[in-house]
């Protein structure tokens, strides 16, 4: 019986490249607290990020928390119903309100033609998730955002590697918040990362990532978002072998997509430069995809039902609105295994048992 495949699995560099780096930390018995390995990765990710700052934090939730938070996001905000939960989470547990703008209807990503008319005097920000690694038409959010005075925060958990028009995806928008959780396609076991080009809200996220204060000079109420220097260890070295991840992914995608010819698939956007993180297969129904994941679990191939259910339907929610489109799509859509050591016969199974449920 072959192992059973999950959906992805967390790419480790070879054991003797991080001791190396632990031999280094035990040494100087610096282990937290922006340590030398911290500085460096924030470094080593601003040509990933595309914008001027970038911070390393503990995952990428209290990053999507800090934004809000820096930019004084307390009333309206736009956001899609189609995402992980954190990103609806967030906002409620900041006491923001979300306003829920329906997603496109052959895309995964909000409507971006549908926010104005949901904007009201008390909107105060767009947070969009760019949903698999697909940008969200970041073009016309600025628009908006600028004719309207709202700020734009990108969830980017997804988008880290992939281009757009030449640029880091996560170099749209006021702030990005990118996830480096251990599924995550560039990952440091947790963390997550904050990025923006003003100097003024790079010291307040800066601040705010550590209790306010720098030494004995308090400015500001601020919590614990820290990361140590054992997951900037992580980064370093994942962050070494990323192209050869990348590369590697797309002849994955590129397979399955040959292979489910015909089915609907992601489709890539002009002047995209894809970093290949999800492969989301959408089925005609709800049944028909629990028939898939049937199927697929008698060979112990586990699929995961990303993103279930549309955010604009959780239970504790006080929207009283309805996305039609995410709501119909949430229910029979899922993500195929996609991660670095995932051979093609792996994937051929795959397809073959997917083709023949259909
Ligand atoms: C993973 C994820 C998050 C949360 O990131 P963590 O690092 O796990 O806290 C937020 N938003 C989206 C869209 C995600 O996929």
């Known amino acids: 019986m072959p192992p059973q495949i999950p959906v992805t699995r967390t790419f480790l560099p070879p054991l003797a490249e991080y001791t190396e780096l632990l031999e280094g930390i035990w040494e100087r018995g610096y282990v937290t607290n922006n340590g030398p390995l911290?500085?460096?990765?924030?470094?080593?990710?601003?040509?990933?990020?595309?914008?001027?700052?970038?911070?390393?934090?503990g995952n990428g939730t209290i990053t999507l928390q800090l934004a809000l938070r820096a930019l004084d996001i307390t009333g309206e905000v736009i956001t899609t119903p189609f995402s992980y939960v954190a990103t609806t989470t967030t906002l409620l547990w900041e006491r923001c309100a979300p306003v829920f703008v329906d997603?496109?209807?052959?895309?995964?990503?909000i409507d971006a033609g549908k926010i104005e008319a949901a904007i009201t005097p008390r909107t105060q920000a767009i947070l969009a998730t760019h949903v698999y690694g697909l940008p969200c038409d970041v073009e016309k959010i600025q628009n908006i955002a600028?004719?309207?005075?709202?700020?734009?925060?990108?969830?980017?958990a997804h988008a880290f590697g992939t281009e757009y028009k030449g640029r880091p995806l996560?170099?749209?928008?006021?702030?990005?918040?990118?996830?480096?959780?251990?599924?995550?396609?560039?990952?440091?076991?947790?963390?997550?990362?904050?990025?923006?080009?003003?100097?003024?809200?790079?010291?307040?996220l800066f601040l705010m990532r550590s209790f306010g204060h720098i030494k004995d000079d308090h400015f500001l109420a601020g919590i614990n978002a820290k990361n140590s220097e054992f997951h900037a260890a992580m980064g370093k070295l994942v962050l070494?072998?990323?192209?050869?991840?990348?590369?590697?992914?797309?002849?994955?995608?590129t397979r399955?997509?040959?292979?489910?010819?015909g089915m609907r698939i992601a489709q890539v956007p002009a002047e995209t430069?894809?970093?290949?993180?999800?492969?989301?297969?959408?089925?005609?129904?709800?049944?028909?995809?629990?028939?898939?994941?049937?199927?697929?679990?008698?060979?112990?191939?586990?699929?995961?039902?990303?993103?279930?259910?549309?955010?604009?339907?959780?239970?504790?929610?006080?929207?009283?609105?309805?996305?039609?489109?995410?709501?119909?799509?949430?229910?029979?859509?899922?993500?195929?295994p996609l991660y670095h050591d995932l051979t093609e016969s792996d994937i051929d199974r795959i397809i073959a048992r997917v083709q023949s449920v259909v």
């Not at 039902?305 to 709501?327: D, K, M, V």
Request: charged share 20%.
């Open 38 to 57: 911290l500085v460096e990765l924030e470094k080593d990710l601003v040509p990933y990020h595309g914008m001027k700052h970038v911070l390393f934090a």
């Open 103 to 109: 997603i496109e209807s052959d895309g995964f990503n």
């Open 146 to 156: 600028k004719k309207h005075g709202l700020k734009v925060i990108y969830d980017a």
């Open 170 to 204: 996560l170099s749209y928008g006021d702030i990005s918040s990118c996830s480096f959780h251990a599924t995550k396609i560039f990952h440091t076991v947790e963390g997550g990362s904050l990025a923006c080009n003003d100097d003024g809200l790079y010291r307040a």
């Open 240 to 253: 070494r072998y990323f192209p050869t991840i990348l590369e590697r992914r797309k002849q994955q995608w």
């Open 256 to 261: 399955y997509a040959q292979g489910l010819k």
């Open 273 to 336: 430069r894809y970093n290949h993180a999800y492969f989301p297969l959408v089925l005609g129904s709800e049944s028909q995809l629990m028939a898939v994941m049937a199927g697929l679990a008698e060979i112990d191939v586990l699929p995961r039902r990303y993103f279930y259910p549309s955010l604009s339907a959780l239970p504790y929610l006080t929207f009283n609105g309805t996305c039609p489109i995410a709501e119909d799509l949430a229910p029979r859509v899922m993500c195929l």
